[in-house]
């Protein structure tokens, strides 16, 4: 039995729906079928990793500034200093006196070693007997723990040219830590962390991208470089400080001083490079030269990701951090970034939970569990193979190092009297070594998560029926005129860019929003509808503990089944009483997902149920919905999650937009 009868999507350009046909991998279904355009800009742009714009030196009002043989030239566009924010921006009209000398009160030289710290984070150096490496990052015996909590306990592992790494490990492993660790950003408890280079640049991209929604696009890009941007506005500040000061000789000799200041830094931070970088940067990641002007807030958040991961390339850092980058990306945009990665140079560190974005990147696999780490050669897939034999051959030592200790003790046990009490004592000695200083540990394997939902019986047969309906936000038209039902059984994936109204369609179903036109009809018969939000971890009470979460919202169960519950989901009777402000990004998920799962229901309507859900979770998932629909059990899931498709169980069907885009 098939575990899903249909994906439906939606087609911005027709705002309705779309049935797909059958294919094995969903995970690159718009690849081959769908490619809906939901860039926001004119569709005559490109986005083509190889696409180059010659910098336009001629665009804009060129401002000359010249004291003896130095010479800064700055764009200024659209009557504003495309080099300062929107925020930052200030215009000198008439300038006082009192202005200027608070102008230049500020000292105009910046410490050089300000530059390199900026760019490479907090140095943690290698301490005494610390190896030493040829290029990257190695961390040698780390160890970190919070308030008695021990995460890090044995971390060895290295990152050097030519390597992508994917950090993997369950939530709360201790994955991002280890990240903060390599900036600089936290201490370890003990260990090293040695850096090739004495000023290594190391660039961060967090899970929540840094961008500022008020900025224009360049003005984005313009505030990778801080110090360069600092510079440029008290140069702008300074020559408009000088054009009103040409009847004060004493003043306007200051002033020429901190120009002449302010030019020679520029020139050490290569301010006329700056503009250069960014017009070259644009079009590789896809913007086109209109883009420019356009606000930040204009955009999605994948295309929001691409100026986060643009600011960072145009620091030319020698190592890339990613922290989750594919969270919040809809499935165009991770294939773009899978392909634009693959074609950068720098070595890089990758935490994702996106199995098949692990296995495009990747040559390399960290594990870390239970505060230690593991290498294994090969991408995400070679690195299950390895590990799986890696677990055998670890079982078949520790077996046999056991029946040794068994032998040994039973000789002990045989000689330990009368005139063999010397042979017993070199016995004994044997043992010693065996159980302390050869000892073998026996692999720690997880036990497979388990989902359970209370049962209610079965709905009818039609669980909900969408007719002609309409919905919008302003002037955007989301659904026009669009037809869906759902029956009992079925297991619907929706999928579609960013902002095209999945999240909405879901909200619709729930009630939680009303339509212009058409209307939403919910089935009469045991309809039990039970909601995930996609933010519905960051809901959760932070003051409470995990036990607490759940206790609240689990009518009629007993705390013993409570607590198998958790446990189920890999929270220990240690965590029970842990506050959820100490929970990781991934554990709160869970968590949110158990106080899901306590909710009796027929229908389950899930958005982005994935999200910050560790691979050991995700398969959980995987496997709860095959099951029930191999139990007949019946539940309709409707998903716009990516990672989760992955699954070949699904059915997928080819748009047929002549059909009025009805099911």
Sequence with gaps: MELASKIHCFDLRSSCFLTCSSLLDTRRITKTTIRPCFRPISSSSSSSLTQTNKTNNNSGNLVKITTSNTRIEQTLRSSRVSAVSVEEAETITTTSREDIEKLLSDSASLDDGNSNSRRSGKQANGGAGASSISSGVRLENISKSYKGLTVLKDVTWEVKKGEKVGLVGVNGAGKTTQLRIITGQEEPDSGNVIKAKENMRISFLSQEFEVSLTRTVKEEFMSAFKEEMEVATRLDKVQKALESTVDDLGLMGRLLDEMDLLQRRAQSVDLNMVEVK?????PELGFSPEDSDRLVASFSSGWQMRMSLGKILLQDPDLLLLDE??????LDSIEWLEAYLNNQDVPMVIISHDRAFLDQLCNKIVETDMGVSRTFAGNYSQYILSKA???EAQNMAWEKQQKQID?????ISR???GANAGRASTAEKKLEKLQEEDQIEKPFQRKQLKIRFPERGRSGKYVAQIKSLEFGFGDKVLFNKANLTIQRGEKIAIIGPNGCGKSTLLKLLMGLEK????EVIIGEHNVLPNYFEQNQAEALDLDKTVLETVIEVAEDWRLDDIKGLLGRCNF????LDRKVSLLSGGEKARLAFCKFMVKPSTVLVLDEPTNHLDIPSKEMLE???SVHANNDIFITVCAKCHGFLHSHSYSVYLPDVSTGCNF
Excluded: C, E, Y
């Excluded at 032998?407 to 000789?411: E, F, G, L, S």
């Design 415 to 417: 000689l330990s009297a």
């Design 572 to 575: 220990k009777s240690d965590m």
């Design 389 to 391: 034999a890696w677990i």
């Design 407 to 411: 032998q040994t003790r039973d000789i």
């Design 515 to 518: 339509p212009r036109g058409g």
């Design 325 to 330: 980058p594919t969270n919040h990306l809809d």
């Design 278 to 282: 960014i017009n070259k940067m644009m």
């Design 623 to 625: 496997v709860f919905v």
